[in-house]
């Protein structure tokens, strides 16, 4: 639990103090004007010593929908109240641009509009939304908004569109969202986002007029707020968001500054998340995937274990904050998306022999090694695209005893015995990812004129506990699902695999059980078979 410590906020700040702090390099203000209740905006500052979560730089500037100081509290625990909340009377009530962006009546608005004349063609912004309405408000109508327009048209945020309670929470885009219902942080606020961005199109040296504000949605209740960075209205560095598409479970690395320009400085990342780091450090998202600031400057992005037996695409969103050497910073997304893992035609040992893992159904008995014979619950299959990353991984004959070739995702795993595993690992029976395997030889990659059409269909087979199976008599694993793996599930599929096992339902936290073996990572693996 945080400690509460209040943000010095300088709420007699007038509008051309505000518009003048949160826009920077490339950028000339002309004129501003502030709407809302005096006490709604304010300059913070010390942000990084007081709330380095929720402040997404040092210094910068608050808009409220309440009384803007009420973001933290001075003493004692953070998020004392359960009801943060201030009917202004002085905010704006149903102006027609946030109206419009919430799709209902506004209230308690709290507004800058700015003119003023930037020397490129876009500028960004770095920003934080913030809300008492979470989480008992999310999915509701009470969906407080964060808008912004620049020459009368709305921009929106690559990822989250508009800004809005029910656009990034625990389940939408929960990988941008911070929970503090716990207290973890030092913000009277039950939940707040990571820093987002947004990128604006302008009319190069000519007088541009941008309005920037939040507003209540359904009610005047509860108080929501947005910080914006100091200087992050600027044009001069604008990092470019990235995306990356892997197997599941696969570690992968992408350099996220390649297509980001600067004006001959080095750029370097500063942020993940949110959270500052140096070279060789870590942040986790909610979700488990832990990224790594390499000291190459990269980003390594390591899934969380529950990643494996996907059946639908799984999506991530992060940010990252870059500088880009001369003290100029910018924030951009990075999308990660994996994809789903037997592949057609392999042959399965079931009651009655050897069967083709499409020809199987629920209720089929599949032997398996530790438990017998036992019914198969649900079956699930992908066709995908069997290149680069995608390419499936081939393990010849013999390479582990008496089996057949057996193609398989990358992140399949395969029961492996070794002596060394239980002087390592305590066990002599562990679980490997078949990209672990890969030996160039007996093991190796399947490239996409070895399959018809370029194409692969993976399968999952899902047992009432994890199982090791035989597949071309080799023992791999069943499908083992986790909360990240079921999130990721499309409705229909989800409430088909729920109905059978609703303790897999991420809202009950249950889950469906432990791995038949202990499974290993990937250096594991590596130290193992060296």
């Not at 197997?247 to 993940?272: M, Q, R």
């Not at 109905?499 to 249950?510: A, C, G, M, N, R």
């Amino acid at each position: 639990m945080a400690t509460g410590d209040e943000l010095p906020i300088d709420e007699g700040a007038s509008a051309m103090e505000m518009a003048t702090t949160i826009f920077g390099d490339g950028v000339t203000v002309n004129s501003a004007s502030y709407t809302g209740w005096s006490q709604s905006s304010g300059i913070y500052s010390n942000g990084d010593n007081v709330s380095s979560e929720l402040t997404p730089s040092d210094t910068g500037v608050i808009l409220s929908t309440g009384r803007a100081s009420h973001v933290t509290q001075s003493w004692g625990d953070p998020n004392r109240s359960d009801s943060t909340s201030t009917n202004t009377w002085w905010g704006r009530d149903n102006d027609s641009d946030f109206n419009a962006a919430a799709g209902t009546n506004t209230y308690d608005a709290s507004f800058l509009e700015v003119n003023f004349t930037p020397t490129t063609d876009f500028v960004t912004m770095q920003f934080v939304f913030s809300s008492e309405e979470y989480p008992e408000y999310t999915g509701s109508i009470y969906n407080d908004v964060f808008g912004v327009w620049v020459n009368g048209n709305q921009v929106t945020s690559p990822i989250v569109n508009v800004t809005q309670i029910n656009s990034v929470n625990d389940s939408a885009n929960a990988t941008l969202f911070k929970n503090n219902t716990d207290d973890d942080y030092n913000t009277e606020m039950d939940g707040f986002t990571v820093t987002l961005t947004m990128v604006m199109p302008v009319n190069k040296g000519e007088d541009n007029d941008i309005k920037i504000g939040i507003a209540d949605v359904g009610d005047s209740s509860y108080d929501s707020n947005v910080l914006i960075a100091a200087d992050s209205i600027q044009g001069s560095f604008i990092a470019e968001s990235d995306s990356l598409t892997h197997y599941e479970g696969v570690t992968s690395v992408l350099d996220v500054l390649a297509n980001d320009p600067t004006s001959g400085g080095v750029a370097f990342i500063t942020h993940i998340n949110g959270i500052e780091v140096d070279p060789g450090d870590s942040v986790t998202l909610p979700d488990g995937t832990i990224v790594t600031l390499t000291v190459s400057g990269e980003l390594e992005i390591d899934p969380p274990a529950s990643q494996t037996g996907l059946t639908e695409e799984q999506t991530i969103n992060f940010t990252y904050t870059a500088d880009d050497g001369s003290g100029i910073t910018d924030t951009a997304f990075v999308t990660v998306t994996a994809i789903p893992c037997f592949v057609r035609g392999t042959m399965i040992m079931t009651r009655e022999g050897e069967k083709p893992v499409e020809a199987l159904q629920a209720g089929d008995m599949i032997e398996t090694r530790d438990s017998g014979l036992q019914p198969l619950r649900w079956i699930g299959s992908r066709k995908v695209a069997a290149t680069g990353r995608f390419a499936p991984v081939a393990i010849e004959a013999g390479t582990f005893g008496r089996h057949r070739r057996l193609v398989v995702s990358p992140q399949h795993r395969v029961m492996v015995t070794h002596w060394m595993a239980e002087l390592m690992f305590g066990e002599d029976e562990v679980l490997v990812a078949a990209k672990d395997l890969i030996n160039d030889c007996s093991v190796r990659v399947v490239t996409p004129d070895e399959l018809p059409g370029g194409e692969v269909e993976y399968f999952h087979l899902l047992f009432d506990a994890h199982q090791i199976i035989f597949s071309e008599g080799l023992a791999t694993e069943s499908f083992l699902p986790g909360p990240t793996v079921m999130n990721t599930m499309d409705a229909a599929v989800q409430d088909e695999v729920l109905s059978l096992f609703p303790e897999i339902d991420p809202e009950t936290k249950v889950g469906y059980g432990p791995a038949a073996r202990r499974p290993l990572r990937g250096f594991e693996a590596r130290a193992l078979l060296a």
